[in-house]
């Protein structure tokens, strides 16, 4: 706890108040948009309305760090909306964005071609990222019943809050309602039973009857939460050693680089069923040996062997399409995949299939208590929405960067930094920096890069909407020359020097106060072995952006192409 406390991992009342005030706005806004869709009123007029039909209104649902209640401050919410017959995705993705943008939300992003579609945006300092799902009118009608008890177990939660005396806040507020609902379908006896503290309401396998592919994805999310929350169990001991344990974890693999899905390695819900299956195996251990246990299991785990909470539901309930499931021997591309965590409701999935091997390799290396060493790349533009834009598609298709690097027959092995250091320079521009450490074999002398990087280069450079203000470098630096800002957080924790004999590679994208971004990516090399620099022949002008490398003395050289276009030739 006292690690929590001083790492500010757990949010204080006011925080937890705000976040609820969002959710209850945002479960107002969407009563009133759903009816807004009828011919014969507007959404003005049904923000107002005291009329509505409820059993037509969408529901709000969370899942992630919020449901678990494990969420730092800063962290997202993520929701799931229910919403009846009536309305159709691209509702969601149209006229639900004009209601958001009325209310005046930050950082409004629809983003409706996802593999799981979803809607970012911030309110009153919270970030949400909101998923959409369409259910049949039976469902709905289900949802209504269950809502009525929810609202009669929250008026008797309340009188017994007002009996008890209010905990201190060391300990994390309740971030969400009480579950109320449960039928047969659910996990054992202990899901529609979960104390307070913990969940909104059940949403269970029949909920699946009736939805495509991409809601079912949706609804996984509160499915897979709630599983984990059952299976921790209702005994108030072992919950609170389970979000200690995850908090922990969490920051554990933050610190050192491990924590994104984005960039291959394992996000929020990886870390989450890992450290519920050690909780599922302990069930009476403390917080203090979960964690040993924890490293324990998984820095000797034998993988590719999956790590599975249950065992896996070949076949859904009637009435529900069969979808496909996570299953390495009829499915090829499963076989192949290297660190399989799965999803405990069907349809299971591979929750970490885009874990590569130089991510596998740094995190069993982090989980042995192994070298650390990392590679920098950085993201720099002076307009902010522009180097935002940007920087989600350079950061989306980092692991191509990555595997990239990671060549046996260049004997070069990557080992990635998953954290991004932003920052605004003192010339305005905006910058982002990734590191990823090389290590050569022993018998290189000489790496050309240049073939190592070209499939990302050729990607990002070839993006349609890239504008000429947007710019990527590379360079190398030496250890030595690695920029403060790479040790200004966690400068105390020794785990994360670089080890003496290694390379790192830092890429950074920029932009200056006449609207130019650029990503610049910096490879630092902490040996004595040279690493040629040498330029693509005519490159076209679609692809026309500069990678600047440092050699050990710091001097730039030119690397690959493509930079401000404009001005090159």
């Given at each position: 706890m006292e690690v929590s406390t001083s790492r500010q991992l757990i949010e204080s009342t006011d925080g937890i108040q705000n976040r609820r005030q969002v959710m209850q706005r945002l479960n107002s806004m969407l009563g009133a948009w759903s009816e807004s869709l009828t011919p014969t009123a507007s959404y003005a007029d049904m923000l107002t309305s005291r009329k509505t039909k409820e059993t037509n209104h969408p529901y709000l649902l969370s899942f992630g760090s919020y449901r678990l209640g494990v969420h730092t401050p800063d962290a997202d919410?993520?929701?799931?909306?229910?919403?009846?017959?009536?309305?159709?995705?691209?509702?969601?993705?149209?006229?639900?964005?004009?209601?958001?943008?009325?209310?005046?939300?930050?950082?409004?992003?629809?983003?409706?071609t996802a593999y799981t579609p979803v809607v970012k945006f911030s309110m009153n300092g919270i970030k949400i990222d909101m998923v959409f799902a369409r259910i049949t009118s039976l469902q709905m009608n289900w949802l209504a019943d269950?809502?009525?008890?929810?609202?009669?177990?929250?008026?008797?939660?309340?009188v017994k809050m007002k009996e008890n005396s209010i905990d201190s806040e060391s300990e994390q507020a309740p971030s969400t309602e009480i579950v109320i609902e449960h039928n047969a379908h659910d996990l054992d006896d202990g899901l529609g039973e979960i104390a307070d503290k913990i969940a909104e309401m059940v949403?269970?396998?029949?909920?699946?009857?009736?939805?495509?592919?991409?809601?079912?994805?949706?609804?996984?999310?509160?499915?897979?939460?709630?599983?984990?929350?059952?299976?921790?169990?209702?005994?108030?001991?072992?919950?609170?050693?389970?979000?200690?344990?995850?908090?922990?974890?969490?920051?554990?693999?933050?610190?050192?680089?491990?924590?994104?899905?984005?960039?291959?390695?394992?996000?929020?819900?990886?870390?989450?069923?890992?450290?519920c299956w050690v909780c599922k195996e302990n069930p009476n251990a403390k917080a203090s040996m979960l964690?040993?246990?924890?490293?324990?299991?998984?820095?000797?785990?034998?993988?590719?062997?999956?790590?599975?909470?249950?065992?896996?539901?070949?076949?859904?309930?009637?009435?529900?399409?069969?979808?496909?499931?996570?299953?390495?021997?009829?499915?090829?591309?499963?076989?192949?995949?290297?660190?399989?965590?799965?999803?405990?409701?069907?349809?299971?999935m591979n929750s970490s299939y885009n874990v590569g091997e130089p991510q596998l390799r740094r995190i069993q290396d982090e989980l042995r208590r192994a070298t650390k060493i990392s590679h920098d790349v950085d993201i720099i533009g002076t307009q902010e929405d522009d180097f935002r834009e940007w920087f989600g598609l350079c950061e989306a298709r980092m692991r191509i960067l990555i595997a990239g690097?990671?060549?046996?027959?260049?004997?070069?092995?990557?080992?990635?930094?998953?954290?991004?250091?932003?920052?605004?320079?003192?010339?305005?521009?905006?910058?982002?920096?990734?590191?990823?450490?090389?290590?050569?074999?022993?018998?290189?002398?000489?790496?050309?890069?240049?073939?190592?990087?070209?499939?990302?280069?050729?990607?990002?450079?070839?993006?349609?909407?890239?504008?000429?203000?947007m710019d990527l470098a590379m360079n190398i630096v030496s250890q030595k020359n690695l920029p403060p800002f790479a040790f200004e957080v966690e400068s105390a924790e020794k785990e994360n020097e670089l080890d003496d004999g290694s390379t790192s590679s830092e890429t950074s994208t920029k932009t200056n106060e006449e609207g130019e971004s650029s990503l610049n990516v910096v490879t630092t090399n902490a040996d004595s072995r040279e690493?040629?620099?040498?330029?693509?022949?005519?490159?076209?002008?679609?692809?026309?952006?500069k990678l600047e490398l440092e050699n050990d003395s710091g001097t730039p050289s030119m690397f690959i192409s493509p930079l401000k276009r404009a001005k090159i030739g």
């Amino acid at each position: 706890m006292e690690v929590s406390t001083s790492r500010q991992l757990i949010e204080s009342t006011d925080g937890i108040q705000n976040r609820r005030q969002v959710m209850q706005r945002l479960n107002s806004m969407l009563g009133a948009w759903s009816e807004s869709l009828t011919p014969t009123a507007s959404y003005a007029d049904m923000l107002t309305s005291r009329k509505t039909k409820e059993t037509n209104h969408p529901y709000l649902l969370s899942f992630g760090s919020y449901r678990l209640g494990v969420h730092t401050p800063d962290a997202d919410v993520d929701c799931l909306v229910l919403a009846p017959p009536h309305i159709q995705r691209h509702d969601f993705f149209d006229s639900w964005i004009t209601v958001l943008k009325n209310a005046e939300v930050d950082d409004l992003h629809p983003v409706a071609t996802a593999y799981t579609p979803v809607v970012k945006f911030s309110m009153n300092g919270i970030k949400i990222d909101m998923v959409f799902a369409r259910i049949t009118s039976l469902q709905m009608n289900w949802l209504a019943d269950c809502k009525l008890r929810l609202e009669q177990a929250k008026m008797k939660e309340q009188v017994k809050m007002k009996e008890n005396s209010i905990d201190s806040e060391s300990e994390q507020a309740p971030s969400t309602e009480i579950v109320i609902e449960h039928n047969a379908h659910d996990l054992d006896d202990g899901l529609g039973e979960i104390a307070d503290k913990i969940a909104e309401m059940v949403v269970s396998d029949d909920m699946l009857i009736g939805l495509d592919e991409t809601s079912v994805r949706c609804v996984n999310g509160v499915r897979v939460s709630q599983y984990l929350l059952a299976t921790v169990g209702t005994n108030p001991t072992r919950l609170e050693n389970f979000r200690l344990t995850l908090r922990i974890v969490k920051e554990w693999a933050r610190v050192h680089g491990l924590y994104s899905n984005v960039l291959g390695f394992l996000g929020g819900v990886n870390w989450a069923i890992l450290v519920c299956w050690v909780c599922k195996e302990n069930p009476n251990a403390k917080a203090s040996m979960l964690l040993n246990l924890f490293f324990r299991t998984f820095a000797n785990w034998t993988w590719p062997h999956p790590v599975l909470l249950a065992k896996q539901q070949h076949l859904p309930i009637k009435g529900v399409t069969s979808h496909p499931i996570w299953d390495p021997v009829s499915n090829f591309r499963d076989s192949k995949h290297l660190m399989p965590i799965i999803t405990p409701c069907y349809p299971s999935m591979n929750s970490s299939y885009n874990v590569g091997e130089p991510q596998l390799r740094r995190i069993q290396d982090e989980l042995r208590r192994a070298t650390k060493i990392s590679h920098d790349v950085d993201i720099i533009g002076t307009q902010e929405d522009d180097f935002r834009e940007w920087f989600g598609l350079c950061e989306a298709r980092m692991r191509i960067l990555i595997a990239g690097l990671e060549n046996p027959s260049f004997g070069t092995q990557a080992y990635p930094f998953a954290k991004f250091f932003t920052r605004k320079e003192e010339d305005g521009k905006y910058m982002s920096s990734f590191f990823v450490a090389l290590r050569f074999a022993e018998d290189i002398e000489k790496v050309d890069l240049r073939p190592l990087t070209m499939d990302y280069l050729q990607i990002v450079n070839s993006w349609e909407g890239r504008k000429e203000s947007m710019d990527l470098a590379m360079n190398i630096v030496s250890q030595k020359n690695l920029p403060p800002f790479a040790f200004e957080v966690e400068s105390a924790e020794k785990e994360n020097e670089l080890d003496d004999g290694s390379t790192s590679s830092e890429t950074s994208t920029k932009t200056n106060e006449e609207g130019e971004s650029s990503l610049n990516v910096v490879t630092t090399n902490a040996d004595s072995r040279e690493v040629t620099k040498t330029m693509p022949k005519s490159p076209p002008r679609s692809a026309k952006k500069k990678l600047e490398l440092e050699n050990d003395s710091g001097t730039p050289s030119m690397f690959i192409s493509p930079l401000k276009r404009a001005k090159i030739g």
